[in-house]
């Protein structure tokens, strides 16, 4: 399945995007795989917005960078080395 994947710069840790730009990036992920998605956060003015359940705020998340990609590569990899 490929999902649009970003990650979250104060927690560093790498989320499916339920809220993503159409020409985000998709990445094949295992079906055992064990990554969050975003969750749904409320601003203090109402408004709803798809955010890092963490830290509770979308002002840190970005576009996975090579280091990122790797390091889901390697989880795939990891992933098919145990089956
Ligand atoms: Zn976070």
Known sequence: MNEPICRCNSCNQLYIDTNPQSDAPRYELPDDH?????TLQVE?????FQGCPECKTDAYLMDIDQEDDDRLKQFKT???GIH
């Open 78 to 80: 990891t992933k098919d």
């Open 34 to 38: 064990d990554l969050q998605t975003l």
């Open 44 to 48: 203090t003015d109402g408004d709803l």
